[in-house]
């Protein structure tokens, strides 16, 4: 039996230092906004390169808070991707604005910057792009659409930690970089967790008074805001597995290369000379998809589809205009996610791959 994922491995290896550090937050009996919190932000800050880091309850409410504090208003638009995960599109909903499909490249399966300009119209308040599976996107082009039409770019990296895109971890340049911490995340916490990294002071600012119901100071609100904050247990399991993420990433990397060495009659991943992949995913494609999902299956191996159905197929979504995006529908028919965590052998590897080859 080969599991898609076990995050009972990750714990026994670092159970002596989490339970240290949770230990000393039930001591210190400061579980809101204290120590922990800030120190996390300023690492995890330091870690991508940005100036600043604002702790959220999750990454679907650093998605949110971002859009809001950036501008997008009810009744607005966010240029963003059908192939996400459902919380892309629930926080531009929950910022009273609608999305905007357009569609994927399916080299990288994030968006596709030559269809960004048609999408823009007079409504559209920001741009979503979706660096997905540990793929970053081509953002450079992506940010020289919004420059052009002055809007802020709100990058989901809720799968690119640690990514690089150019040699620099995300978000790119002036972006906003939206972070999950989902257990199964390449950083997860024991719990829901997000953050929203970015330059801008101002923007932050308005950020930490809007997470913690738009309140400057105790009892004094500046703004609406809602109730998101990281808290001090998450915080500190977050500051004890920020030090083992590249070690992490670079397993997910070696393990990434061995599958590519291994595998035949299907498609692995691309990685595009000016990224850096995570692999928090490792997507094949194959058009022998489910025949092969149930092969798996069968044979005790996990796998996974992210994502079956795009967004604008949900049926949330079916009032809005019908999208055209038949590179993200041809991609939902066709990928499989197979097992990839640093604590997988390679002999598991092995495995998996001579499974698949024995399906065809």
Known sequence: MIPFLDLKAQYEGLKPGIERELSRVFSRGQ????????????????????????????????????????????????????????????????????????????????????KLAGAITPRTKAILPVHIYGHPCDIAPIHEVAEEHSLPVVEDCAQAHGSEYRGKRLPWKGGIGCYSFYPTKNLGAYGDAGAVVADDAELCERLRMMRNYGQKDRYRQELHGINSRLDELQAAALRVKLRHLD??????????????????????????????????????????????????????????????????????????????????????????????????????????????????
């Not at 159905?309 to 993200?328: D, F, I, M, Y």
């Open 31 to 114: 579980f809101i906004l204290g120590e922990n919190v800030g120190l996390f932000e300023k690492e995890f800050a330091k870690y991508c390169g940005k100036r600043h880091c604002v702790g959220v309850g999750s990454g679907t409410d650093a998605i949110c808070l971002a859009l809001l504090a950036s501008g997008t208003v009810p009744g607005s638009e966010v240029v963003t991707v059908s192939h996400t995960a459902p919380a892309t599109g629930a926080a531009i909903h929950r910022a009273g604005a609608r999305p905007v499909f357009v569609d994927i490249d399916p080299l990288t399966f994030t968006m596709d910057a030559r």
């Open 247 to 360: 070690e992490w990433n670079a397993k997910r990397r070696r393990h990434a290369k061995l599958y590519g060495e291994l595998l035949e009659g299907v498609t692995p991943p691309r990685e595009m000379g000016w990224a850096r992949h995570t692999y928090h995913l490792y997507v094949i494609r194959s058009r022998e998809r489910d025949r092969l999902r149930g092969f798996l299956r069968k044979n005790g191996i996990g796998n996974e589809i992210h994502y079956p159905v795009p967004l604008h197929l949900q049926k949330p979504w079916s009032s809005l205009p019908k999208a055209r995006l038949p590179e993200t529908e041809k991609a939902c028919g066709e990928i499989l996610s197979l097992p990839i965590y640093p604590e997988l052998s390679p002999a598991q590897i092995r495995s998996v791959a001579q499974a698949i080859s024995r399906c065809r």
